[in-house]
């Protein structure tokens, strides 16, 4: 290997995330990104079939937000967000709340962990500043929200926890209502909420990180209204399913019941920018509404609101209303559930899902479905070598390409996968 490679140089001096420290391969320089193409330092093209961890929208360097981008560049960078404010914020937090009516306050952090993170600190000072103790949070099984240690809290218990389970927040779980679980989930949920319930958390029709789980808005609007009716905030994690990924703006805009606090992030910036939002309804708002300074809510990053990502999100939410985006989007979804009824019948294939703009392809093998199972390997490999960035979860495939994606490189990722499963 060329030692003076940036690849090599990487090497040296930086820790990647997710990354085992020894025997993994090196990590891949990548110079330039063009649609829902990235190209790496000898010049070899890459279809990002997977929005670069699902925060890419509009595809690579898109024109239309980088030149917004530019031109907040040349007016302010950043400025403190407490005391201060700024139109960028402004703009996005009046853009969002026009598409979740039922939303009133914006809060902004700086990714899908400190969303989560306000998310419940949120929740829980509802309780305290309305005079109450509540502690108890109820998550679904498999759930994934972040690596903070709160969102890890209402996370499930897994290797990416294991470490620092002994200092993690017990919660309440509860099953996922995928197919055949509606009644045993929601039994649960009725079981749990009590007294003491602050919060129920969710990641509302996809569990994105436990292996594209998916499951259906109905059971969904049973559990949504079962925490109305109780008085308890439901929060929805739509950090990754926000954005049309799920093939409307966002994933519980299926529902008919609608939570009480909404995270975002990853795709809130076309994928330009590090951002992170918690938006809550007036009644979440309405204990924080006083003079009393002990009831301030005490949170806040050195970049929130940072000018920049707000414009890169002010500017994507404008791509969608000038774009082609959402005959994108559907052009996707249609290409994908073909694609769907094709792989249902494979004989290695154990499950295959579709939500939207996400279609999952479950792997059969002889080890536990998970994200250890030594299939994800051989499959990144596989794709790598075909010009085509996979990252499976364990033993499922996934496809969640930015909605740019032509119907021909859409062609060439669902042909990779149909190869690789004959091959099995
Ligand atoms: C549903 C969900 N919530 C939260 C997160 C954490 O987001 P971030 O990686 O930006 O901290 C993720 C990341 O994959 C996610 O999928």
């Given at each position: 290997m060329n030692t003076n490679s940036l690849s090599s140089r990487d090497h040296l001096h930086i820790w990647h995330p997710f990354t085992p420290q020894v025997g993994a391969d090196s990590n891949i320089a990548i110079l330039k990104g063009k649609g829902s193409l990235l190209f790496d330092e000898e010049g070899q093209a890459y279809i990002d079939a997977i929005s670069s961890w699902w925060v890419n929208l509009h595809g690579h360097c898109n024109a239309?937000?980088?030149?917004?981008l530019k031109q907040q560049l040349g007016d302010l960078e950043h400025v403190l967000f407490s005391g201060y404010t700024h139109e960028p914020a402004i703009l996005l937090a009046e853009k969002l709340k026009a598409l979740l009516p039922a939303m009133d306050k914006v809060f902004f952090s700086d990714d899908g962990s400190t969303a989560v993170e306000v998310a419940l600190k949120m929740a829980l000072q509802y309780w305290h500043n309305k005079g109450e103790t509540r502690t108890k949070v109820?998550?679904?099984?498999n759930a994934y929200h972040g690596d903070t240690f709160g969102s890890m809290s209402v996370g499930a218990r897994n290797i990416f926890s294991r470490a620092?389970?002994?200092l993690l927040f017990d919660v309440i779980r509860?099953?996922?209502?995928?197919?055949?679980?509606?009644?045993e989930s929601v039994n649960a949920l009725r079981k749990a909420l009590d007294g003491n319930t602050a919060a129920f958390i969710f990641e509302p029709l996809v569990q994105g990180a436990a292996g594209m789980i998916m499951y259906d808005c109905t059971a969904l609007d049973q559990l949504l209204e079962m925490c109305k009716l109780n008085n308890v905030p439901a929060i929805a994690d739509e950090v990754m399913t926000g954005f049309g990924r799920t093939g409307k703006m966002f994933a519980t805009d299926y529902c008919n019941t609608k939570p009480d606090i909404i995270c975002l992030s990853k795709g809130i910036t076309g994928g330009?920018?590090?951002?992170?939002?918690?938006?809550?309804?007036a009644r979440m708002y309405e204990p924080?509404?006083?003079?009393?300074?002990?009831?301030?809510?005490?949170?806040?990053h050195s970049y929130t609101a940072n000018p920049l990502a707000c414009a890169a999100?002010?500017?994507?939410l404008e791509w969608f209303e000038i774009g082609n985006v959402w005959s994108e989007i559907h052009r996707i979804s249609e290409q994908l559930a073909q694609a769907k009824s094709a792989l249902s019948t494979h004989p290695n294939v154990a499950d295959v899902r579709l939500t939207g703009t996400i279609l999952a392809i479950e792997i059969k093998s002889y080890e536990a479905t998970g994200y250890l199972n030594s299939v994800g390997e051989s499959v990144a490999h596989y794709f790598h070598k075909r010009g085509i960035i996979m990252r499976p979860l364990g033993n499922v495939v996934y496809v969640l390409p930015p909605y740019c994606t032509t119907e021909h490189e859409l062609s060439i990722v669902l042909d990779a996968i149909a190869e690789f499963l004959n091959g099995q």
């Open positions: 239309f937000i980088a030149d917004k109820i998550a679904f099984e620092f389970e002994p509860i099953p996922v209502p995928v197919k055949g679980k509606e009644e330009f920018m590090p951002l992170g939002v918690t938006m809550c309804s924080y509404l006083t003079s009393d300074r002990t009831k301030t809510f005490f949170h806040g999100g002010v500017a994507s």
